[in-house]
């Protein structure tokens, strides 16, 4: 069996049906016209199960190429791409999820899923509860009769906390509950789920997948089952990838290994360096091996992307907006998983649900930081007079 990372590459890359074209071309077109009654019959019967394009909301070949080598990367039968994350996060939930059903979501998920779920489920009659991630190894006393589903994210993205997905998914499985996990941070190259008896995985795949912070994207992997169900739904729903999009996204992909080795090994190394500065108090990286789920982590993934947290001491407003304001690769900004480094004051993160907020460890010190493909060095030399800076605001009176 060829790496995932040799794999990728041609997955999916139909060079007969295209002409041999290497890459598979931007199919612009909104519709697929046909020859016969009988050809437009089975193309129809067929359109679902994404063999023979008729209408590009539903399928298209640009976006195929993209879904097969996320398949693939999942370990599973089918993917679907959205038009962004919260796109497939809501088709994941909108499947299976019905009124008087009860749900179970990590409490430090994507804030926008705890909206979605908070407004739009409870709208549908859904009962909607959270659990913190360290009650990951023993969900049970949370499960009710009428639990149909349980949402994961591990890594979480604000602090990192990692859930123990295979006790999730045994006890899940034998309650006939469904496991939708977001996997966003660890990218399918990192982590799969799916091997671990989860049953959907969702990617806001505008991060690490697309990689150069010029698309929104999602993505949702599954067994061929489950993508039954979830298809047609997706379709209703609308939020289907463009192809354009589609083929930046496979575009971005073919340079996923090369760009997640970089940006790990240069996040280890920041973070190494930060957790020795006097000015830090804690560095928040799975791949730290003091860090809190390292050994649970450590089981689950295969590496450890670049998005992470830092505590710094206990500090003024005007020291932190010193620390920040002078830095000059680490752009202000939300969003992660680009080319370019970036810093995001967290300190206000949940602070109407100061139950969360304690559960994820954040004060008002704490910050969360990317590492993009800028040189290590660069970007341990703008953190250091950062921080010099950050050191004299805080001291003076
Ligand atoms: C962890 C996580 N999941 C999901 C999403 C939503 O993805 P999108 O913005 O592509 O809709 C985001 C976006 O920031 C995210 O950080």
Not at 55 to 73: D, F, G, H, M, S
Not at 343 to 351: D, R, S, T, V
Request: hydrophobic share 45%; glycine share 6%.
């Amino acid at each position: 069996m060829p790496s995932n990372a040799t794999a990728l590459l041609h997955q999916g890359d139909d060079r007969q049906r295209h002409h041999g074209a290497i890459s598979t071309p931007v199919y612009r077109a909104s519709l697929f016209g046909f020859e016969s009654y009988a050809d437009f019959e089975v193309a129809t019967a067929n359109e679902i199960a994404a063999k023979t394009p008729v209408y590009t909301r539903v399928c298209n070949p640009t976006r195929q190429a993209l879904e097969e080598k996320i398949a693939l990367l999942e370990k599973t039968d089918r993917a679907i791409a959205f038009s962004s994350g919260m796109g497939a996060i809501s088709a994941a939930l909108l499947a299976f999820l019905q009124q008087g059903d009860h749900a179970l979501f990590v409490s430090g998920c994507y804030g926008p899923t705890r909206q979605f779920a908070d407004t739009l489920l409870s709208a549908l009659g859904v009962e909607v509860e959270y659990y913190r991630a360290a009650e990951s190894p023993a969900l049970e006393k949370r499960l009710k009769p009428n639990t149909r589903l349980i949402y994961l994210e591990s890594p979480g993205s604000l602090t990192f906390q990692i859930q123990d997905i295979r006790a999730v998914t045994q006890l899940a499985q034998t309650r006939n509950i469904i496991t939708v996990i977001d996997n966003s941070w660890a990218t399918s190259l990192y982590q799969q789920p799916i091997t671990m008896g989860v049953d959907v995985v969702v990617h806001s795949a505008t991060k690490y997948i697309a990689g150069h912070s010029d698309v929104v994207v999602g993505l949702l992997a599954c067994n061929e089952d489950l993508y039954q169900r979830i298809k047609p739904i997706a379709a209703l729903l609308g939020a289907n990838l463009s192809p354009d999009d589609a083929w930046l996204v496979t575009r971005g992909l073919r340079t996923l290994p090369l760009r997640l080795a970089a940006q790990e090994a240069a996040a280890l190394k920041i973070a190494r360096w930060l957790q020795n500065r006097p000015e830090v108090r804690q560095a928040l990286y799975p791949g730290l091996p003091d860090f809190p789920g390292y050994a649970l982590a450590q089981k689950q993934m295969s590496g450890s992307s670049s998005l992470f947290a830092f505590k710094l001491a206990p500090s003024t407003p005007k020291a932190r907006a010193a620390f920040v304001d002078s830095l000059r690769y680490f752009t202000i900004a939300v969003s992660w998983g680009g080319f370019e480094s970036l810093i995001l004051p967290i300190g206000n993160a949940f602070k109407d649900l100061p139950d969360t907020r304690a559960a994820l460890g954040i004060d008002d010190d704490t910050f969360r930081i990317c590492i993009g493909l800028e040189d290590v060095d660069d970007l341990i030399a703008d953190l250091s007079q950062g921080l010099e800076k950050f050191q004299m605001e805080n001291k003076s009176p």
